[in-house]
């Protein structure tokens, strides 16, 4: 695709529910990233993947937080039971690895707010 | 605490007025990188510099980089009220992958 790609753009979902944020990367690109931006806040990062190796984790807040990606290709970041405080925008990055010096190309985001 | 961390919080200047943001961050990097962000949007990437490189310039930005301080600066000459965004700068270790952001600079030019 010409950009990554997110879905949906905004969410709403009562506390307690479960949620999937979708981000379909740039054709080609073997990393992807995926943040956490508050109102006004910076980028809190969650969770890195990188072609066939392990996903680096170390990011995500608690066991409520997972996120596969499948094929190489397209994420998807689940938040299960979900609670006030998860709402934020979570952004989507992906970026070429081999020859590449680390630019990242982000989605728009997922608004999410939980009520 | 951020690796990055961004100064000014806030900057407001007027229209063809240089903007200068600053930033710090605590351990060795690989790189450094400045990302603008429209509210509301994603980012987008402005340019990187290299840890062995201390200045660089992209159209009306320069970046300067000093490992030994551990700090950069952007600077936006003739700043134009389409340069209003936020602006982070993000660093990636010597070891891993993982690029860290910092809180950012709201910059606002005003006509």
């Known amino acids: 695709g010409a950009g990554v790609s997110q879905s949906p753009s905004n969410k709403v979902t009562e506390k307690g529910k479960d949620v999937e944020l979708r981000c379909d990367p740039i054709s080609g690109h073997t990393a992807l990233y995926w943040y956490r931006q508050s109102l006004g806040q910076g980028l809190e990062f969650l969770i890195y993947?990188?072609?066939?190796?392990?996903?680096?984790k170390s990011g995500l807040p608690s066991d409520r937080f997972s996120a596969e990606r499948t094929g190489g290709s397209v994420s998807t970041l689940t938040i299960q039971r979900t609670q006030q405080e998860d709402s934020a925008v979570y952004l989507c990055?992906?970026?070429?690895?081999?020859?590449?010096?680390?630019?990242?190309?982000f989605g728009e985001g997922s608004r999410l707010t939980v009520l | 605490s951020q690796q990055g961390e961004e100064d000014p919080q806030a900057l407001s200047i007027q229209e063809g007025e240089n903007a200068t943001m600053n930033c710090s961050y605590k351990t060795s990097i690989n790189n450094l990188q400045w990302y603008r962000q429209n509210s509301g949007r994603g980012l987008v990437h402005l340019i990187l510099i290299r840890s062995n490189e201390r200045e660089k310039h992209s159209g009306r930005l320069r970046v300067t980089l000093d490992t030994s301080k551990k700090s950069s600066s952007l600077l936006i000459t003739a700043s134009r009220a389409a340069d209003t965004a936020s602006y982070f700068c993000a660093t990636r270790g010597t070891s891993g992958s993982r690029l860290t952001f910092g809180e950012g600079t709201q910059l606002t030019v005003n006509p």
């Open positions: 990055a992906s970026r070429w690895t081999s020859g590449s010096p680390g630019e990242l190309f």
């Open positions: 993947f990188q072609g066939n190796s392990a996903p680096d």
